[in-house]
């Protein structure tokens, strides 16, 4: 995308300062001051006293699947399992043929006391093919007709006769429910997802690409969709192993880095994420490590050797363990200055303790968070509880041990999980259901806005509003919007969003 004329945003409060004006050249912030000594402009943008901030930078998303969620079957708000099944049922008769995609069900809470089932779907969808992800997306109910689709499902890990699939089975069924999505049908989803960001001020999205969540299509698509037009930034990552030709795709497609959701375990919903002890209320499994620890040595091996960022999912205590032994197997062989200057990530990473924060910092490791998730599942009676037991559950997400050990943090929404929400993501981080644990209101701003540039190795020294930083500027109501940066829990609305300098439409 090619930057636009010079642009002068005036009139516009940054900090607590009113009456000042952003002076825009090349997509970047050129220079900044009182209105008064503002210099000509080619175009200029009346900010009428609004709150000026940097953009925000979702740091995990997944664009096509939070699409599909936003113009399809969203699962999220329905309350027992007949309520699901009625959506379910309306959507399968009133959907264009073709597989049927939904998201969001959780069954922590409903009264009937179990989950979808096949038996469930095939009654409502008759032999149309479905796919339906748990609100974790590690795990899927799925219709006969998409398992007939999957020659050899049955016999891979995760799989289940009454069509609840984790592990390998839920990746293969996935696999083929999104392959079936038509290029039409993927590019309307993108394109939503794009527009939703804009709306809410998202000047970024970091898309966690790979070949168990998406496909390198899907990805190549998306990129060119954010170039062609004003919009978010799309800042691509591919979560496949180096040994597996990881590298070639992040090469071809000049990606960010060579991970994201590089799957080392999967969730706590779906008891599969990898722990150290087993789960409180199933106390037969500890979840499971996705690889052994010699193949991610020599992932973050191959990514450090070549300057390129790595990245892995790891939510349960044993996978962010061996993420780090991997890591620290690395530093032993090529130093610490080499793999600092990679800036590594780890994404979720909900589990760690301080020696696992330790060293994170001293790596220079990156924790790539979400906060709705401890908003949705934390405390001391929520599914972490029930899953984890009281006290590790409190342990969960700890962004102000991270935060103070010096470990820079990025917030995220991992879209479609829990929906892209960044001023809810702040709050989260702030009002932690952990006593103690949480962020202060400016620290969470920040996490969201400039993290997520410092996560993909593309900040400015001087900070998002500094002569030479790129203009990925937000406007806000002002004071809603500086209350809330102050900790009030208002979500102000985005009146306008500029991105490299374009002013978009929103």
Known sequence: MNAPPDLLIRDVTVGDRPGRAVHVVGGRIAWLGAA??????????????????PAFVDAHVHATATGLALTGLDLHSRSSLADALAAVAAAAASAPAGVLLGTGWDETGWPEGRGLTRADLDAVVGDRPAYLARVDVHSATVSTALLDRVPGIAGLPGFSADGQLRLDAHHAARQAAYGAVSAPQRAAA????????????????????GPEVS????????????????????????????ERGGLDLVADLGLAGAGGDLFCDGALGSHTAALGSPYRDRPDTAGALRFDTASLVGHVRACTVAGVQAGFHCIGD??????LDAVGAVVAELGAAAVRGCRHRLEHVEMAGPE????????????SVQPAFDAA?????GMYAERLGVARALATNPFADLADAGVALALGSDAPVTPLDPWGGVHAAVDHRTPGAGLRPFDAFDAATHGGWHAVRAETPAGPLA?????????????????????????????????????LSL
């Open 377 to 381: 599942w934390g405390g001391d009676a």
């Open 190 to 209: 993108q394109a939503a997802t794009l527009a939703e960001a804009a709306r809410l001020g998202i000047g970024s999205l970091h898309e966690m690409a």
């Open 318 to 323: 044993a996978a962010v363990d061996q993420v």
């Open 36 to 53: 008064g000594d503002a210099p000509a402009a080619g175009r200029v943008l009346p900010g009428d006293g609004a709150l000026l901030t």
């Open 215 to 242: 496909s390198a299509a899907d990805l190549r698509a998306l990129l060119a969709l954010a170039a062609e037009r004003p919009g978010p930034r799309v800042v691509g990552y591919w979560g496949e192993l180096a």
């Open 467 to 503: 002569v030479g930083a790129p203009a990925d500027l937000a406007l806000w109501a002002t004071d809603a919007a500086l209350a809330s940066v102050l900790g009030s829990r208002a979500r102000p609305a985005c009146a306008q969003l500029v991105v490299a300098g374009e002013v």
């Open 356 to 367: 696992a924060v330790e060293r994170m910092r001293a790596w220079g490791m990156v924790a």
